[in-house]
């Protein structure tokens, strides 16, 4: 017996993905309005179920358009679906999506008819399936294990990964750099001095190939200063330092070390099964061409969440942050409803009152260079 899965698409595409990965049905319907068409959601969800093998060419898929106000034109499209198939079917029937006069014509037509049909809700923000037909005391409520990696989620959401054959190259250099980073990180105050320099010096550079540096710093070297020289295959000559540097490491000089060991953070939660997915570097394009950079970003039970990093060096420019929880405000909204699902990670130690309080009235966490520290400690007591 063939079973078909009937969908409502609404602004939120998750549900309709997961519960095809759940059940996997022999035949989709979709219903849907003008505003979700105009949006591409249908199409977004389409794709996903594609990039997952859940939508081969062969597998029957039904489109209709109803007036979400119209509760006649609802339930006259959806039993125009319905006689044209036998009666040799099963029905489920997500009530998840659209609004309440679609949820409620879906709900009336499949009631009534009975025998081989259940109705399903997916509470939001949770992995289960909720059946309130045929209801059963106490509601029978059955766990979603199907866990969305960060590309199929980033695609139901309409965006694809713009450098997605660069993401392994990035990923495997950001693990070779994880000693370093540490080391960096745990000997931030004292060389601050050196990466201040390096980011003064380098930071117009950072788009060409290569490029060759020569420069004085201002004082006698300290000996972990050249330690940190030393360790990048620096020339050091008196207080003139030299190298011809590629565009890789302009960039991991000028501020992307600290990016390397958070993602280096987050990336040892994923293989603790704690989360599950993440990447840096990723560059997004949306369906109508707009582009975006996420540092590092990460999966956690079909939620995304992501990560900002800023290299800071005194107070005046920590306004840079209040520039950045907008634009990552903007951001997680485009990209799913939730809490607290942009963190930006910061090297001052010390942060004004009025970042605090911008970020939060944008629903955003920011840490210190301390919190960062602990960084895998904060985000195992949040995830795990």
């Not at 105050?189 to 490029?211: C, I, M, T, W």
């Not at 190298?243 to 000028?254: G, N, Q, V």
């Not at 799913?336 to 629903?363: H, M, P, W």
Request: charged residues 30%; neutral net charge.
């Amino acid at each position: 017996m063939k079973k078909i899965l009937v969908s409502l698409i609404s602004e939120q595409t998750i549900p309709n993905i997961i519960i095809t990965a759940y059940y996997k049905p022999d035949i989709l319907w979709f219903i849907s309005t003008e505003r979700m068409e105009k949006e591409r959601k249908t199409e977004c969800v389409e794709n996903t179920l594609r990039l997952k093998g859940l939508l081969p060419p062969t597998k029957n898929l039904e489109k209709i358009i109803v007036d979400q106000d119209s509760l006649t034109d609802c339930m006259n499209k959806i039993e125009s679906l319905i006689e044209k198939v036998s009666n040799e079917v099963e029905y489920i029937v997500n009530i998840t999506g659209g609004n309440k006069v679609m949820a409620l014509a879906a709900y009336e037509i499949f009631r009534e008819i009975g025998q081989k049909v259940v109705i399903d809700y997916i509470p939001l923000g949770k992995n289960e399936l909720v059946q309130i037909f045929p209801r059963k005391k106490p509601l029978k409520i059955c766990e979603i294990r199907e866990r969305l990696n960060l590309e199929e989620y980033l695609c139901s959401y309409g965006f694809r990964i713009q450098n997605k054959n660069k993401i392994e190259d990035i990923k495997t250099k950001a693990f070779s750099r994880k000693d370093s980073t540490r080391w960096i990180l745990d000997n931030y105050e004292p060389l601050k001095g050196v990466l201040g320099f390096l980011y003064k010096n380098l930071k117009d550079a950072r788009n060409q190939k290569s490029y060759r540096l020569s420069a004085t710093f201002d004082r006698d070297l300290a000996s972990i200063e050249k330690e940190m020289f030393n360790r990048h295959n620096f020339e050091i000559k008196d207080r003139l330092i030299s190298k011809d540097i590629a565009k890789d490491e302009i960039a991991y000089l000028t501020g992307g070390w600290f990016e390397v060991f958070v993602f280096n953070v987050v990336y040892n939660l994923v293989l603790d099964n704690i989360l599950d997915d993440a990447m840096i570097g990723v560059k997004i394009e949306s369906l109508t061409g707009t582009s975006n950079d996420l540092d590092i970003a990460f999966m956690k039970d079909n939620r995304f969440y992501h990560i900002e990093c800023k290299t800071l060096g005194n107070e005046e420019e920590q306004n840079i942050i209040k520039d950045e929880i907008y634009k990552k405000s903007a951001i997680s909204t485009l990209l799913g409803k939730g809490e607290k699902r942009a963190i930006i990670c910061t090297t001052q130690n010390k942060l004004n009152e009025s970042v605090f309080l911008r970020a939060q009235d944008y629903n955003m966490e920011i840490l210190s260079l301390e919190q960062v520290k602990n960084l895998k400690s904060r985000l195992k007591e949040r995830f795990g």
